[in-house]
């Protein structure tokens, strides 16, 4: 079936620092998602890209969907403490189903 | 809006007995999806729903689960018997007409089971 490969699986910075992440996948999506979830909680959607090639910002966070429409990758500038979660990219295929990658845990020393 | 609504959030039983989670969706959301989260295997989808209608189940893992949707207000996943191996945090999500804003997920329901 579809698969995302997210990477890197986890990531340590020091608050300040810029941070990059990105998913790729075999096949080809209509819609990249990026989410955040919280300990605790469930994901969170912070930015939907919709077409190839579209680069999309959301405050200090900014995403991009690939060319080839088979890999997307997110960037945060000058993290700080409440960046700490677990990012997850989806893809959505036709119809409504989305398919998740494994989560990179970003983690911030203050 | 309350946003989608788990309960309970946490649940402990016993190898064996019935397990019930419920979900409400966002009040005019057409789709609803039951995924489970474990360390193991990410996020996988269960089971969605489009208009109350069950559309793909061939994520729910095997005979002893299943999912209803009665009405567009509630959802529920039963495990029957559950198993230590279904210990995981099940999560509801909605979401609106193709979901090209993506889904809203719940909080949750950490289910474990011993």
């Known amino acids: 079936g579809q698969q995302l490969n997210q990477s890197p699986q986890s990531m340590f910075i020091q608050e300040g620092e810029d941070v990059s992440m990105n998913c790729t996948s075999s096949?080809?999506?209509?819609?990249w998602l990026w989410y955040k979830q919280d300990p605790g909680e469930g994901p969170v959607l912070l930015i939907a890209?919709?077409?190839?090639?579209e680069l999309t910002s959301n405050g200090r966070l900014t995403a991009q969907f690939g060319i080839t429409r088979k890999d997307s990758f997110l960037n945060i500038s000058a993290s700080i403490p409440s960046d700490v979660g677990i990012y997850f990219c989806?893809?959505?295929?036709?119809?409504?189903?989305?398919?998740f990658g494994a989560g990179t845990i970003l983690r911030v020393k203050s | 809006d309350a946003g989608v609504i788990q309960s309970p959030r946490h649940e402990v039983t016993e190898m064996g007995q019935e397990v019930t989670l419920r979900c409400k969706p966002i009040s005019g959301h057409d789709y609803l999806f039951w995924y489970r989260q474990t360390m193991m295997r990410g996020l996988e989808l269960l089971i969605y729903f489009n208009n109350n209608v069950p559309i793909d189940d061939s994520g729910m893992p095997e005979d002893r689960f299943s999912a209803k949707m009665p009405n567009a207000s509630f959802s529920t996943l039963k495990i029957q018997p559950s198993e230590p191996r279904d210990s995981a945090v099940y999560f509801c999500?909605?979401?609106?007409?193709?979901?090209?804003?993506?889904?809203?997920f719940g909080s949750g329901t950490r289910l474990t089971v011993v």
């Open positions: 989806a893809g959505r295929l036709t119809g409504n189903k989305l398919v």
């Open positions: 999500a909605s979401s609106l007409d193709r979901g090209l804003w993506g889904y809203t």
């Open positions: 890209l919709y077409k190839a090639g």
């Open positions: 096949s080809i999506f209509n819609t």
